[in-house]
């Protein structure tokens, strides 16, 4: 039964599933879960554990080590991608998971617990931790800022809390979190003048706090009833109970209490971190809040700020609400932009189909487009592919090619009523006797994108998931909607060819004059095939060198309104102090027209905002500013005008001033790593690559890993201390509760628990003298005497910090690059020099940034590439049935590298991830060309018995307007993605629409003069 001859005597079935398709996909459009960019899994998690009053050296060797060989036990963890951070007192460890791992989770659960015994085991007692952080989480769909200068930090908690619950009831809401809230702490400072007059320590004083405000079990009381629980009173509920606390009697009968020998006053706990909105001080508190997986992104902001608004409305007027990172609205004007380039690329091809073909046969060609796309979006929506940038960008791609089949079947429907066939057996007869071709030029540009989804792994794998998926079901559907409908559609309204009365007199077509010049070359290209051969080669060679000589840019900048600026202090900067460098850049920023507002985080990172951007692990000496703009174009404005007029601001600390970036987060563009045993050997390399990429013209902001911190060593003497009752512990527990303060108790309020914080006065702990000078008291003979008399107080210097990848050393020197400059350039200059270095033996350097994720992408892609060819190959032999057509099918893949390069370089496009993709698209696009044309002049051959030249010269000749129509329709389809300079679509429409061009061209010129030179006699005995 054929397939073709049913759709068209059953035609009333076909328009009414054509009509019902239409529907579903204007349906699925309006109604498809959006989001800017696809969800990326993230395979990285955090180790932390604490180790107090241990040196970076001690961590490392009692901590990070254990830790790193247990890590390593699970085959599910990358090692070579996993990196420790070891400092005083803490370790940081960044466990990079293997992305062939599924359940993350399920992992993440398992070293938990795994780590939690291993701990029992194997670490010292006073190891803190360790504590796996996993929730990395999904990009988060807003930020809500509160602030109000009249409103504590506890009253604003509970108005955001309000808030918090009334937007959990909006469908699609996740998870939702509080940060930024400043804890408050029952302070006790002690005047150790008063301690010392009464004869008290700090020991004795705790142990009074302590005991009193203890919850302790009281016991039952049994009656002959019923067994009573016994609860004592006396936990503090106010300050005041605190204050009045007796600590003793005197013999004279004098009560002492805690407020005689201590300051005791409710406060704010000293701040680890600080967030601010447009540099105004005042209590400031962010919601962040994520969406569940499978809405539409859009809708769900909608009804967010509509509950929102509901919710400020019962608020008091002192209370301000800024929303600081509003994804629903980035999205709602992404998706705009594309869904309006897709639409003016669908009016581009229908515009092109229609001034290169009559308007009767181009009407037939174009209306396979609304419905192939139709039928796409239902597709796409029924499988869960959601609408964002990369499947709305795949279906611009697809565009011109999901023409390509209708074009072909109607151009060979008219050919045939122009040879005298009915309209009936022109109708089924021109999509017969192409299903084959057509289907193997369809399956060839579908294998030449399915191997992505294979061999591209971990982040990059799941942003480019949508882009096969969409190109496999736009070119199926498309098929079926050429072999099924466009027949139907010729028969209806096509009732003659385009053959034109000899008398009818001849008008202008553009279509004949291109006939007419490409009859001439490619007869002047048989006369001449030697030379035709060698124009090939030197097209192919031509192509090579303009691809090693390209600019190179990974992944682009981001198209977003928005930017940070970090600011990095040293490392043992106090928050203050970087405090101080934020307000001067806010000040810098205040009142620019351009920016609409901004919000900084001091000492720690805001959620991830954007999918590539990974929050910084807090600490004090950190800060980063937040900035919206009124447009893209204004962020690279604000960039130029303020990064050195902040540089000159913050003298002491790195300002970077930088958008966020496409594809695999980096901590620098520009990353040197030494791997080796000795820091200080390691420190001496690491100097000589500075001083080298400090040299090269277009680096900026050159630091390393590694960093020197300034410390007091205690040094006791254990001869005395012992002889007098002290052990190094209690020295240390007693100066730690002097200088730091420790927290003693808490006051229970309501849900929340308020510590009480012991430490000496403020004035007593100001100095080295008083270091030197506090009173400690013997447990054994209960003598109070100074520091000075057990130990000696040595400044002194030491590594501050010491990072390891893979479980050993390695210290890493990064740069980022000048506005215009590309990463691969500094490193193509500095890295003969860096490789000329001559290395201690077990010493290594190896190149990290944007350079190792291109090397290990494009090694992925281009493996994807080669199982493309050879797939595509495979398929040429099933249709040809022997190697010699497929083969000369194939030459035409390399024909098209010339005119892909030389697309950037009109456009001036770098060489990066979407322009490979470009490149892989246009392998499949001619084949399809070269298949069209092989398989017609086998056909010559067969059924007309001509020779092989003949054959090809009448292939080339009849098989021009079906190739440069696709062609050039699959050309336009893309435009508006170069018009709109996408930085990171515009290289792969660069890359596609010149190349598909150039390689038509190149096609119908050089594949006839090989197939003709190769063929000869092979098909004599067929």
């Known amino acids: 039964m054929n397939i073709i001859k049913s759709s068209l005597k059953n035609s009333h079935i076909i328009t009414v599933i054509s009509i019902l398709i239409l529907i579903l996909g204007a349906e699925a459009l309006l109604t498809m ?98 504590v796996v952080d996993s929730d990395f989480g999904d990009t988060v769909a807003l930020l809500i800022a509160i602030e109000s200068d009249k409103r504590s930090y506890s009253e604003l908690k509970a108005y955001l809390e309000k808030v918090g619950d009334a937007l959990r009831t909006v469908k699609g809401t996740g998870r939702i979190n509080i940060s930024g809230f400043q804890e408050e702490q029952i302070s006790v400072s002690a005047d150790s003048q008063a301690l010392s007059k009464y004869g008290l320590s700090l020991a004795q004083l705790m142990t009074v706090l302590k005991t009193q405000n203890a919850v302790s079990f009281s016991g039952n009381i049994d009656t002959e009833l019923s067994s009573l629980p016994i609860h004592a009173s006396g936990l503090y509920n106010s300050v005041e109970q605190v204050k009045n606390q007796q600590i003793f009697v005197s013999p004279q009968g004098n009560f002492l209490r805690v407020r005689d020998v201590a300051k005791v006053e409710r406060k704010m706990k000293d701040p680890k971190s600080k967030i601010r909105i447009n540099g105004k001080e005042s209590n400031t508190l962010i919601l962040s809040l994520q969406m569940q997986p499978g809405y539409n992104i859009v809708t769900f902001g909608q009804r967010i700020q509509t509950k929102l608004a509901e919710c400020i409305e019962r608020f008091p007027s002192d209370i301000h609400f800024t929303t600081i990172n509003n994804q629903p609205e980035v999205v709602s ?66 565009l011109g090619m999901v023409v390509d089949d209708a074009i072909v079947i109607a151009d060979n429907y008219v050919e045939k009523l122009d040879s005298g ?39 990059v794998g799941d942003f480019i998931y949508a882009l096969p998926i969409t190109v496999l079901i736009a070119l199926l ?8 409908i466009t027949p139907l559609l010729c028969h209806t309204f096509i009732k003659k060819g385009l053959k034109k009365d000899e008398n009818q007199k001849k008008r202008f077509n553009l279509l004949d004059l291109i006939q007419k010049i490409y009859d001439k070359t490619i007869s002047t290209a048989f006369n001449h095939p030697a030379m035709t051969v060698i124009f090939a080669v030197i097209v192919v060679a031509a192509g090579c060198l303009l691809l090693l000589d390209a600019r190179q840019k990974f992944f682009p900048p981001a198209e977003r309104a928005q930017f940070v600026i970090e600011i990095n202090m040293a490392r043992d900067t106090k928050l203050e102090v970087t405090d101080a460098a934020v307000k001067k850049i806010e000040a810098l920023l205040s009142g620019d027209s351009q920016i609409k507002d901004f919000a900084s985080f001091v000492g720690t990172s805001p959620p991830r905002v954007y999918y590539s951007f990974a929050p910084k692990f807090p600490r004090e000496s950190y800060g980063l500013l937040l900035v919206n703009t009124v447009s893209v174009e204004a962020v690279n404005d604000i960039i130029r005008k303020y990064q050195r007029r902040a540089d000159e601001l913050v003298p002491g600390g790195r300002v970077n001033m930088m958008g966020f970036q496409q594809g695999i987060p980096v901590d620098a563009p520009l990353e040197v790593r030494i791997t080796g045993y000795e820091t200080e050997q390691l420190k001496e390399i690491a100097r000589k690559i500075t001083t080298l990429i400090k040299g090269t013209e277009g680096s900026k902001l050159v630091h390393t890993d590694c960093y020197d911190s300034y410390y007091v060593h205690l040094n006791i003497d254990d001869t005395i201390a012992n002889k007098l009752g002290f052990t190094s512990g209690i020295i240390a527990g007693q100066v730690a509760a002097g200088f730091s303060g420790l927290p003693v108790s808490s006051m229970l309020e309501g849900e929340d628990s308020i510590d009480i914080i012991l430490r000496l006065e403020k004035d007593a702990r100001k100095d080295f003298d008083d270091l030197k000078n506090m009173e400690i008291v013997s447990p054994v003979t209960r003598r109070s005497i100074p520091i000075r008399e057990v130990a000696g107080l040595q400044p002194t210097w030491q590594t501050g910090q010491i990072a390891h990848r893979n479980g050993v050393r390695t210290l890493t020197v990064r740069s980022f690059t000048h506005e215009g400059v590309l990463p691969s350039t500094v490193l193509k200059k500095i890295r003969p020099a860096i490789d000329a270095l001559e290395l201690p033996p077990g010493y290594r350097i190896e190149y990290g940034g944007e350079y190792e994720g291109k090397v290990s992408t494009f090694s992925q892609m281009a493996a994807a590439l080669v199982v493309s060819v050879v797939l595509i190959y495979l398929i040429l032999l099933f249709q040809f049935k022997n190697s010699r057509e497929p083969f000369i099918v194939m030459l035409a893949i390399p024909l098209t590298l010339f005119g892909a390069i030389l697309g950037l370089i009109i456009t001036d496009n770098p060489f990066g991830f979407t322009a490979f993709v470009g490149l892989t698209s246009l392998v499949g696009i001619v084949i399809r060309n070269s298949i069209i044309l092989v398989d017609y002049a086998d056909e010559l051959v067969l059924k007309e018995e001509m020779n092989p030249r003949d054959a090809a010269m009448h292939a080339g000749s009849r098989r021009l307007r079906p190739i440069f129509l696709t062609s050039m329709a699959a050309a336009v389809g893309v435009t508006p993605m170069i018009v709109s300079g996408s930085p990171l679509w515009a290289p792969l429409a660069s890359v596609f629409s010149v190349g598909v061009i150039f390689s038509m061209v190149m096609t119908l010129i050089i594949i006839p003069v090989i197939y003709a030179l190769l063929m000869g006699t092979a098909h004599e005995g067929r």
Do not use: C
Not at 82 to 98: F, N, P, Q
Not at 345 to 374: D, E, F, H, N, W
Not at 423 to 443: C, G, H, M
């Open 421 to 459: 066939e009915t309209t009936w057996d022109a109708a089924w007869k021109s999509a017969s006797e192409l299903f084959v071709p057509v289907l193997t030029a369809t399956l060839a540009i579908v294998t030449a994108f399915l191997p992505l989804l294979f061999f591209l792994e971990g982040s």
């Open 477 to 484: 559907s498309s098929f079926a909607v050429a072999m099924l």
């Open 333 to 398: 004007e992404s998706i705009g932009n594309f869904i309006r380039e897709f639409f003016i690329a669908v009016g581009a091809v229908i515009l092109v189909t229609v001034l290169l073909l009559p308007i009767r046969v181009a009407s037939i060609a174009a209306m396979a487009i609304p419905i192939t796309i139709a039928v796409t979006f239902t597709l796409l929506n029924l499988i869960g592919i959601e609408l964002h940038e990369v499947s709305l960008a795949s279906l611009i791609v697809v």
């Open 33 to 130: 879960p959006r989001r800017a960019t696809p969800k990326i899994t993230v395979y990285k998690g955090l180790v932390v554990a604490f180790y107090p009053g241990a040196t970076t050296l001690q961590v490392e060797n009692q901590l990070t080590r254990k830790l790193e060989r247990q890590l390593f036990t699970y085959g599910e963890i990358n090692q070579e991608k996993t990196t420790s951070k070891t400092k005083d007192g803490y370790v940081v460890i960044t466990v990079a998971l293997h992305e062939w791992v599924k359940d993350t989770e399920g992992f993440w659960s398992k070293l938990r617990l795994s780590l939690s015994q291993f701990k029992k085991r194997k670490l010292p007692e006073s190891v803190i931790g360790p």
